[in-house]
């Protein structure tokens, strides 16, 4: 079945430390997204790309850092610059950017700082 | 960008009732109006969807509204289910620019 996959499904940060996230998707997607989601918000954009090697700050980016070397895979760094890293994480996709067709989401990373 | 409200932010009812979650948003432009149902733990899902040139869409137990001239869209949901509980989130979207999504609302289903 096509599909979006995040893992790992939880993540625990220390310090100072970089933490990566990994999407990955077979559906064949042009475009790439991810979204931060905190407890009673909605989902904030944090960086997303369109194809590969190209990718656009969301409007949270800070903090943050991505890739997309490849088209089924679109993994986000969360840096120590970031002070408030603990949010679920959802990465999606759709067809194509500004497609106005439905976001397909993973199934999320929970990311805590120890 | 889009300012997109959702009310109520919390909603209980009755297995067998109706729910009706409200989005108001600000841009006219926009043109295509998704709502999305999230359980715990898990990825949003497009439970149904509506495009401007529709005033209503029905699928079973689901229906959504659009009203673009007050620009605000509604989420029905008949006869609940305990399995309907869930955070919904509405998403409108423009063309040329990102989905902005509501808050969220939280339905619980009292067997």
């Known amino acids: 079945d096509g599909g979006i996959t995040q893992s790992p499904k939880y993540l625990f940060r220390k310090e100072g430390q970089n933490v990566t996230l990994s999407c990955e998707q077979n559906?064949?997607?042009?475009?790439m997204y991810w979204y931060r989601q905190d407890p009673g918000q909605g989902l904030r954009l944090i960086y997303y790309s369109q194809i590969v090697n190209d990718f656009q700050k969301g409007d949270i980016a800070e903090g943050y850092s991505v890739s997309r070397e490849k088209k089924e895979s679109f993994p986000l760094t969360v840096t120590s610059a970031q002070k408030n890293p603990t949010a679920f994480y959802l990465c999606?996709?759709?067809?194509?950017?500004?497609?106005?067709?439905?976001?397909?989401f993973g199934s999320g990373t929970q990311l805590s700082v120890l | 960008g889009e300012n997109v409200e959702q009310h109520p932010s919390t909603l209980s009812v009755q297995e067998g009732d109706s729910a009706v979650i409200k989005c108001t948003y600000s841009?006219?432009?926009?043109?295509?109006f998704p709502w999305y149902k999230q359980e715990l733990g898990k990825g949003p899902q497009l439970i149904i969807d509506i495009r401007s040139n529709v005033g209503e869409k029905k699928d079973q137990r689901i229906a959504v509204t659009l009203n673009k001239t007050a620009k605000h869209f509604s989420l029905h949901i008949t006869e609940t289910q305990p399995e309907d509980s869930a955070v919904y989130f509405c998403a409108p979207w423009e063309f040329g620019n990102q989905f902005y999504f509501g808050t969220g609302t939280s339905l619980t289903v009292i067997p």
């Open positions: 559906l064949n997607h042009d475009a």
């Open positions: 841009d006219s432009a926009s043109n295509y």
């Open positions: 999606a996709s759709t067809p194509a950017l500004y497609s106005n067709e439905k976001l397909f």
